[in-house]
């Protein structure tokens, strides 16, 4: 078992909706996956039930053997503390200096009292200034985090993300608010980073250039399903447009259904080419 | 048929609602007219009692300089009910917004109660807050305190849950993604953004809370309220002009430094 996360059968839905029928996917260490579709395909419910900021409905996420669909309260987050998260709209503390922002990626490793004293071990703010050092933004430690630029800003994201140590790492449109520049520095360094520290990272992304340009694997969710995996390379403009094509759409058509879970990887890349093609 | 429709003269707003504004004016000026004849006003005594207003209004105009020292003693205690209950209070409320507004409640049950329970408290007026509170412990200052503390943590409460619920989820869904616990999120995640709104809505309602501990004088807890019943029964003019200065510059000095305060702080946030 080399997977770091496996995923077999997630299900969500909100009301009658269906965000999610049956995904199932398993990632590995060092790899980094991108998922694209359409909005609305459940990109950020998927990825947000892996460290269960959504709760599923049905299916089993193995996160370093522990089952994450089971877990509760104290255990649950010891888990999430493995797994690091950065958001769309960097979600840092506004009033609060960088440093402090990325030293809240040990929060969820540290006893309360330690964590109410403000009491960091000295290694760990060696360690955060480091991280800040690795995206050039050591010398605006003590700066506000609502004073950064949005490039900077989710610079600290990363930051505070990898300061949890993760083994996983999840990022939900990370560079959908950056301009062109900002967005190829942010995920210039994510994937560097995940080939540094042997990370499993999952990106959710809006454009396609960008997940061919740095994805070793690529996700095409599709009204909750997985209507394409496979390397930047067997992903055609064809395909790619068939994945972000509305409603009735011929890939859609052809893999409806349940049966579309249980295709082998390989079968279901042949298929979007030959129904692309 | 497309002529008819435009000689047809066009409505600004659709007959339904044109005949509907006067049908409520007319209903209102009925309600009015009953409650006045409900009141039973006297208007002829009214009027018999005007021509003494200047024969009245002239024992008003009299400073009572022996007053000023004890009225500015019992202003001080007023003043000092007024701060302790708004300190007692603003930490009950600090505690209680958290766990009920939306987006920090560790249980939605218990965020419908507190939410329940702060609407109930405000629709019951203050004063007979401190009846029951009298009632149940007594007449004295300590009644007075606690009563105090429910309009207090009422307004409080309610202001604090709408500026924590205004921070939306973003940095708590952060801290939660970490690892952190409950009490960690609300300490390092909200509260550092929402220090200055808190201190701005406890400083508005220092203004209230002296007012109230003024007019808790009427129910017998002690200050500058009680000293001015007790002038105004016994028709002690110059006295009650006295106090009532006393009362005034009070408040007005408190109006003028609390604004300062908020615009400090506001200040502050816009920065
Ligand atoms: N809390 C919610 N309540 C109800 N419906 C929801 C909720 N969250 C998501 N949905 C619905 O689930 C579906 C999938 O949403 P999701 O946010 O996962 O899509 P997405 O692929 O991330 O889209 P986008 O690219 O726009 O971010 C959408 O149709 C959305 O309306
Ligand atoms: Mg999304």
Redesign the pocket.
């Known amino acids: 078992m080399t997977q770091v996360l496996s995923v077999c059968d997630l299900r969500k839905r909100?009301?009658k909706?269906e965000?999610l029928r049956g995904v199932d996917l398993d990632f590995e260490p060092g790899k980094f996956t991108v998922i694209i579709?359409p909005?609305?395909?459940?990109?950020?419910?998927?990825i947000r039930c892996i460290n269960r900021m959504v709760d599923p409905d049905g299916g089993e996420i193995v996160f370093d053997s522990a089952h994450m669909e089971q877990l509760r309260g104290a255990a649950l987050r010891q888990r999430r503390a493995m797994i690091g998260m950065i958001f769309q709209h960097y979600n840092l503390v506004a009033r609060t200096n960088v440093l402090r922002n990325v030293l809240h990626g040990r929060l969820g490793y540290m006893p309360l009292w330690k964590s109410l004293l403000g009491a960091y071990p000295e290694s760990e703010k060696r360690r955060a200034l480091d991280l800040l050092d690795e995206v050039g933004l050591s010398d605006q430690m003590y700066k506000r985090a609502d004073t950064l630029s949005g490039g900077q800003m989710q610079r600290v994201g990363i930051c505070r993300a990898l300061m949890q140590a993760p083994k996983l790492l999840l990022a939900d449109?990370p560079i959908a608010s950056l301009d062109p520049k900002s967005a190829e520095v942010v995920m210039e360094h994510l994937k560097q980073t995940t080939k540094q520290r042997g990370l499993c990272c999952i990106v959710?992304l809006?454009q396609v250039e960008f997940a061919r340009k740095y994805a070793d694997r690529i996700i095409g969710?599709k009204a909750g399903r997985v209507v394409f995996e496979g390397s930047p390379a067997t992903l055609s403009d064809a395909v790619a447009r068939d994945i972000y094509e509305n409603a009735e759409s011929r890939l859609e058509n052809q893999l409806t259904g349940a049966d579309i879970a249980r295709i082998e990887d390989e079968e279901r890349v042949a298929l979007c080419e030959t129904v692309a093609a | 048929m497309k002529m008819k429709e435009t000689a047809k003269k066009i409505q600004l707003t659709p007959l339904s609602t044109a005949l509907k504004t006067p049908l409520i004016a007319a209903l209102l000026v009925t309600v009015f007219v009953v409650s006045v004849m409900a009141l039973h006003l006297d208007i002829a005594k009214f009027q018999s009692r005007l021509a003494n207003i200047g024969k009245t209004l002239s024992h008003f105009v009299a400073f009572d300089i022996p007053t000023l020292p004890k009225a500015l003693l019992e202003m001080l205690s007023s003043i000092s009910l007024g701060i302790g209950a708004l300190a007692i209070g603003s930490v009950i409320s600090l505690a209680l917004s958290f766990l009920a507004a939306a987006n920090t409640t560790p249980n939605r049950f218990l965020a419908a109660s507190i939410k329940g329970g702060i609407a109930l408290i405000r629709a019951v007026p203050a004063l007979v807050w401190v009846l029951m509170v009298i009632a149940s412990i007594g007449f004295g200052n300590t009644s007075g305190l606690v009563g105090l503390l429910f309009p207090t943590c009422g307004y409080l409460i309610k202001s604090f849950i709408a500026s924590i619920e205004d921070k939306g989820m973003g940095t708590i869904e952060a801290l939660q993604a970490t690892g952190a616990g409950w009490f960690e999120i609300m300490l390092f995640g909200v509260l550092p953004g929402l220090l200055t709104s808190l201190l701005s809505w406890t400083s508005m309602r220092l203004e209230h809370n002296i007012a109230e501990s003024i007019s808790l004088g009427m129910v017998g807890v002690s200050g500058v309220g009680s000293m001015l019943m007790r002038a105004l029964g016994n028709y002690h003019y110059a006295e009650i002009t006295t106090i009532t200065v006393v009362i005034f510059v009070t408040m007005l000095t408190v109006e003028l430094a609390v604004g300062q305060v908020r615009k400090k702080l506001n200040g502050d946030t816009t920065k």
Do not use: C, D, I, R
């Not at chain 1, 909005?39 to 998927?46: D, L, N, Y």
């Open positions: 909100y009301g909706f965000a579709g909005s609305g395909a459940g990109k950020s419910t998927f449109e959710n809006h969710l």
